[in-house]
């Protein structure tokens, strides 16, 4: 027979649990949502490297990304905003033990910018109005040539 004091202190302490998991998840919400990204919802950033090769990302509402990289390798994980960074955690294929963070212009995606590449090469950065997915049959060639359209 369970009595009932004993039972009062595992109530509290899921009561408890719950309560952290919802504020945890808020959190991560909140940490999601910055205006200066709402453009890249439904677009793709894409980074160029000195060597003319290109990796594009994709964000989504909920946090999640997914990406190609310049060597045309898939992956994906979470994202949030920390710092006025945009920190990428990847968590496919192979679970990253570190968050790769870069800055976010201060104006928004509207133009292009620059950073720094995970191998801390310097990337030209911008956004193309919609989802420009070279695994898809899009052509890298022509997407280079045309012109930031959100500016």
């Not at 990847?90 to 104006?107: D, K, L």
Request: proline share 6%.
């Amino acid at each position: 027979m369970i009595r009932p004091l004993n039972v009062l202190p595992l109530t509290a302490m899921a009561v408890l649990g719950l309560a952290a998991a919802a504020h945890a998840q808020d959190s991560a919400q909140a940490a999601t949502r910055d205006s200066r990204l709402d453009r890249a919802f439904g677009s793709t950033i894409v980074s160029t490297y000195p060597d003319g090769r290109q990796a594009e990302l994709w964000l989504q509402r909920d946090g999640s990304y997914s990406a190609e990289g310049r060597r045309h390798d898939r992956s994906g994980g979470t994202w949030q905003v920390k710092d006025n960074k945009l920190c990428l955690k990847q968590h496919r294929p192979i679970p990253a033990p570190f968050s790769y963070c870069t800055g976010v212009p201060s104006g928004g995606l509207d133009k292009p910018w620059t950073g720094k590449a995970y191998t801390g090469e310097a990337i030209s950065i911008r956004l193309i109005k919609g989802i420009w997915d070279p695994a898809k049959g899009a052509d890298r060639k022509a997407q280079t040539d045309q012109t930031n359209e959100n500016g």
